[in-house]
């Protein structure tokens, strides 16, 4: 039993030291830091940790150590051991690649990969600002503009960017990109790479996920026409067109509420608003990069370069990054600032608390789902538009709240585009789900382009995405890519995880009981259960999307008057002190430059952060 105890602990040992190279890597790439020939050097890490998680010898080693434990006695390093090697060999049976073609082929990917993205970085996007001046412009520039722009040529200038951008993408090797990966998934026995990456990620078949898909496609169909139906009435069919449609529904609100969420103060209300809720961090080491900065990766994420795990009884803590996209002087980049702040900071809560006796339990890809990991992260971020967590958190620089008017009007805004808003993550798989049917003689940009516009004519019922679908990121990386449907069926427990709350305690702002229950149920097991079972954990049954679809099909009055509710519960509860230990090593980085940590207290860091932002950005 010795022998196999040691290769368990060395096996260990050995994948955090290869993971944390390639993340820290990762990090200086996405980051535009750490020299010029760091794409190069995260190329080659990357590719030494796809070879050792995909060593065609381990599942044999693994099932060898499995075998002779499962003969012993049990007990506690006997069973503790036999735990942690089975939950290896799920690991393992995610990413060996026993065939050296399929593995030239992998190694083929992320050359391509790497090249792309690194081309990529040199493209430079532009459209029209607030003030009419062509500038460059990040993808979530573009998107905020769209958004929040009074003037419609300048918004539609980002949508042209954006368009611009896709067919970048599809001249300079897209594409071929999509026939390499088919040509590795069917090597490696799948029918194309969307079979091989759902079968991986989500462990489904593409039919059983399309029979969730086309279940809620069918039950906010007519919701969804009906909100455009109505909006076109009320302000004309000019507020359909790609570039209209997210101010014509949320860019006076924005507006409105941006006074009372300036992104100087994100940071403290984030930080407030975990404390109050009881979440533990377990001495993780968090560093976040949140501003926008030339040739920075154009979206949130959170990765961690350590996963932590009890490594024979010793407790390794996360070390995570994450990363957002502000950039403060621009409308409505506080509520997207603090929005990726709840997001990404629930993902850190996530991996920080998964506390088993590997770290293939605790690092975020395969066998880890995607829809359980942004089940998390989405839960977090949902509390955001609640009406009691704006009354309590959103001040403006008077100490006010937001008038109950606003609030409503809010609803008002969200509401009726709620069903529209979700259909748009399913563009992404009904798209690549197609498009990786197809023989490589149809993959030309013409096709591609014009499967695009009819997938978001059919899914949004409009002429185009206001963020078109080649321009989304996930679509680049192997990671990512065939993914995207994770986030749907994420949005699906969120709504069953929020209506227990709700049913058992009455309130979801500041409870005290969700961090808890959370890493209990949801966090603790990382990927050694099913998303199915946490569910089942927490909330009494598996799996069920209706929720979801309620959600999406409430009228405004009804989420209003629920709101009510909420806010007048609020008002009855005092607000508890924020005096709860996040335990957690915090600083905040601008690319190289050091903005703040918590190395003085919490309430120190948020305050440096503020005073950077304010003396960066004056108003």
Not at 407 to 413: C, D, E, K, L, R
Not at 427 to 454: G, H, K, M, S
Request: glycine content about 6%; overall charge negative.
């Amino acid at each position: 039993m010795q022998q196999a105890v040691n290769y368990f602990n060395a096996l260990n040992r050995d994948y955090l030291a290869i993971h944390t190279a390639k993340e820290d890597l990762f990090w200086q790439n996405y980051m535009a830091i750490g020299g010029q020939d760091v794409s190069e050097r995260f190329a080659l890490a990357e590719q030494a940790y796809k070879r050792f998680i995909a060593n065609p010898a381990r599942p044999g080693e693994i099932r060898s150590h499995i075998a002779t434990l499962e003969t012993a006695v049990s007990g506690r390093d006997r069973d503790d051991t036999l735990h942690g090697l089975r939950g290896w060999a799920r690991f393992f049976e995610c990413n060996v690649i026993e065939d050296p073609a399929a593995q030239a082929l992998m190694d083929q990917i992320i050359k391509v990969e790497n090249d792309l993205y690194t081309r990529r970085k040199t493209l430079t996007l532009t459209h029209l600002n607030e003030n009419g001046e062509r500038v460059a412009a990040t993808l979530g520039e573009l998107l905020t503009n769209q958004a929040n722009n009074a003037n419609e040529g300048y918004r539609q200038s980002s949508q042209h960017a954006l368009r611009e951008l896709e067919q970048w993408l599809l001249q300079q090797g897209f594409p071929q990109l999509v026939s390499l990966r088919n040509r590795f998934a069917r090597q490696m026995g799948y029918r194309n790479y969307f079979d091989y990456k759902v079968n991986k990620t989500e462990r489904m078949t593409p039919e059983q996920l399309f029979a969730i898909l086309d279940r809620f496609e069918r039950q906010t169909r007519t919701g969804n026409q009906r909100s455009l139906d109505e909006l076109a009435a009320e302000k004309g069919s000019q507020a359909l067109l790609p570039w209209n449609i997210r101010y014509a529904t949320a860019g006076d609100v924005t507006r409105q509420l941006d006074p009372y969420l300036p992104f100087a103060e994100s940071l403290s209300r984030w930080i407030s608003s975990f404390k109050r809720l009881h979440i533990d961090f377990n001495g993780a080491q968090l560093q976040l990069d949140l501003l926008v900065r030339k040739d920075k990766y154009e979206n949130g994420f959170m990765h961690g370069p350590v996963a932590p795990f009890w490594q024979q009884d010793q407790w390794i803590p996360a070390r995570i990054n994450f990363t957002s996209l502000a950039k403060p002087d621009q409308t409505g980049s506080g509520i997207s600032g603090i929005n990726t702040l709840f997001h990404e900071g629930g993902h850190a809560a996530h991996f920080s608390n998964i506390r088993q006796n590997a770290p293939c339990f605790s690092q975020e890809f395969p066998p880890t789902s995607m829809a359980y990991a942004e089940t998390q992260s989405m839960f977090c971020d949902s509390l955001l538009d609640d009406a009691d967590w704006l009354q309590r958190y959103a001040l403006n620089g008077q100490g006010e709240t937001p008038p109950e008017s606003l609030i409503q009007a809010a609803i008002a805004a969200r509401q009726p585009m709620r069903a529209f808003n979700e259909r748009h993550i399913l563009l992404v798989p009904y798209f690549e789900w197609a498009l990786y049917q197809w023989d490589d003689d149809r993959l030309t940009p013409e096709n591609i382009t014009a499967l695009a516009r009819e997938n978001e004519q059919r899914i949004l019922g409009v002429e185009g995405s206001p963020r078109p679908t080649l321009a989304i990121p996930h679509l680049l990386s192997q990671d990512s890519a065939c993914s995207y449907q994770g986030y749907l069926l994420a949005l699906m427990a969120v709504e069953q995880t929020r209506q227990f709350f709700l049913k058992r305690d009455g309130y979801l702002t500041d409870n005290p009981a969700i961090g808890p229950d959370l890493a209990a149920h949801y966090w603790l097991p990382g990927n050694s259960v099913t998303h199915d079972d946490t569910l089942r954990s927490l909330t009494g049954e598996g799996f069920n999307p209706d929720y979801l679809a309620q959600a999406c099909n409430h009228t405004v009055e009804q989420a209003w008057q629920q709101a009510q509710r909420v806010m007048a519960q609020s008002r009855s509860r005092p607000m508890p002190p924020d005096d709860f230990n996040l335990n957690a090593r915090i600083t905040v980085v601008d690319g190289e430059r050091l903005l703040a940590s918590n190395e003085q207290g919490d309430d120190e860091m948020c305050r440096q952060f503020a005073a950077v932002i304010h003396r960066d950005y004056p108003e």
